[in-house]
């Protein structure tokens, strides 16, 4: 294109002089009768000439090959860009290790430590009914299942739990996962798809995130556990836009949050769910086997009918003291998982006596409804023990078993804030041999709520238990945040 530029300017050029001359008052041809301009055919001549220099090869001189030793230097020179970024100071995490079960009592790095880092919410890690129901699912079905259930993967336990876990919530169907945290960024992409639109709680853990990730849909974040910051978000999208009311549109919280310990406000989320018209997809990890008056989760708890949440999930992994995690509400909502959620498709089916240790964890709850006074009491005191603690203050929920504690004034940034808290996390385990976690995020994690310390409370605890770690905090943030309050 460079070369020809000059070749078409010089043809101008030349043409423009024959142009003149054909455009004397004599100059006319005569083609089939008609008579023509002679500008008109020197334009003719000049298009020609254009299309004919744009459309040849362009003059390439011929490469020479590179010598062995070339070669050899452009090799040495190379740097390939790493697989990961390098590891930020202060980004390395060493991990208490456990020795032994993760119930109210632990042995962490050789030592007998109170535990709070583990939810445990029912204290049933190490029951004795569960484990005899999983040596038996051992002895008859093996370990693993070695395929997933679509593919003789499965069991007939299974499809007990499955029944189990509706019978319990009152829903016509459930659904199992392998993984408790692969259910929700399972669950969400199977219903909600590009072009759909999903409002979400900005305080959504990682997992949730990843789902909404997957999904590809419109995602609108309202604040954290607001409802007239719901309301109002649900009245934006909606108002006068006739194009949302022929998509998909759903609601997406989690009954206890995670990253904060709050509860949300179920009835006033389903209320404006009818108004809006929307789905509800509501995360039950941490509520189910918890909230309620039999713990049957949060809509027995503000006393919803079930139908009314369009989709709910749960992971086994806290209350029930197992692993994997369900879904569970109409039977089209269940039977469109079996083919189109790839968690469910894809995964190998959860080992037989995990499920074996489900059943036998709803039915100890049915069995023993008293355990759920005795977390709400443990809870309970804790915050009545935790309310004057120094430089920190609670701010979960008070029926939560996650009990929330942040700094009143902040040390000017997260990164400080986190080192001051996993400071008060350190101290209180090596020196009074109390094992509790901060709420520190990964990279992945774009969840904005604060940090603070998180503490899982489990009916397991007795007075005691609770009390040392009321003391501990206590003297250990005087200490550290002297300077903070």
């Known amino acids: 294109m460079d070369m020809a530029l000059p070749v078409v300017n010089a043809t101008s050029a030349v043409l423009a002089r024959v142009s003149a001359a054909f455009n004397a008052p004599l100059a006319r041809a005569v083609v089939f009768g008609v008579h023509i301009d002679g500008h008109l055919v020197v334009e003719g001549l000049l298009i020609a000439v254009i299309v004919f220099q744009l459309t040849r090869k362009s003059y390439k001189p011929p490469k020479k090959p590179l010598t062995e030793k070339e070669i050899d230097e452009l090799c040495d020179d190379w740097k390939p860009e790493p697989l990961c ?29 109170v535990n709070f880092a583990s939810a445990n919410y029912l204290g049933l890690i190490g029951n004795e009914k569960i484990i005899d129901s999983c040596v038996g699912s051992l002895e008859k079905y093996g370990v693993g299942s070695c395929g997933p259930r679509g593919f003789y993967g499965t069991i007939d336990v299974h499809l007990d739990c499955e029944a189990k876990i509706a019978k319990f919530l009152g829903t016509p169907d459930s659904i199992l996962y392998s993984y408790g945290i692969s259910t929700i960024f399972s669950v969400i992409p199977a219903f909600c798809k590009k072009g759909d639109i999903i409002v979400a709680d900005e305080g959504v853990h990682w997992a949730v995130q990843n ?117 569970t509400g109409s039977v089209r909502v269940v039977d469109h998982q079996r083919l189109s959620s790839s968690g469910y498709v894809f995964s190998a089916s959860l080992p037989p006596y995990l499920a074996s240790a489900a059943i036998s964890a709803v039915n100890y709850l049915e069995e023993n409804p008293s355990i759920l006074s005795n977390l709400r009491s443990n809870i309970a005191l804790l915050h009545k023990e935790l309310s004057d603690t120094p430089g920190l203050e609670i701010s979960s929920h008070a ?87």
């Open 85 to 113: 970024p390098p590891i930020k100071e202060g980004a390395r995490i060493d991990t208490p290790m456990l020795e032994s079960a993760a119930g109210p009592h632990t042995i962490v790095d050789g030592k007998e430590v």
């Open 399 to 485: 029926l939560s078993p996650i009990v929330f504690l942040k700094l009143k004034k902040s040390a000017g940034s997260p990164t400080a804030d986190l080192d001051l808290l996993e400071t008060i996390a350190e101290r209180v385990l090596k020196e009074d041999s109390v094992f509790i976690v901060t709420s520190k995020k990964s990279n992945l994690d774009r969840c904005k709520l604060p940090i603070g310390i998180r503490l899982f409370v489990s009916a397991g605890h007795t007075e005691s238990d609770i009390s040392t770690l009321s003391k501990s905090l206590k003297r250990v943030s005087a200490s550290v945040l002297s300077d903070y309050f």
């Open 211 to 327: 789902g909404l990730h997957l999904s590809r849909s419109t995602v609108v974040y309202f604040k954290h556990n607001d409802m007239a910051s719901l309301a109002s978000t649900l009245e934006k999208l909606t108002r006068g836009n006739k194009r949302a009311e022929k998509i998909r549109r759903y609601i997406v919280v989690e009954s206890i949050y995670q990253n904060s310990g709050q509860i949300a406000p179920l009835d006033e989320i389903v209320r404006l769910k009818e108004k809006y018209r929307f789905r509800v997809i509501l995360e039950e990890s941490h509520s189910f086997g918890v909230l309620g008056k039999s713990g049957r989760g949060l809509a027995e708890h503000y006393g919803v009918p079930i139908e009314k949440i369009d989709i709910i999930t749960a992971g086994m992994g806290n209350a029930l003291a197992t692993d994997g995690g369900f879904c």
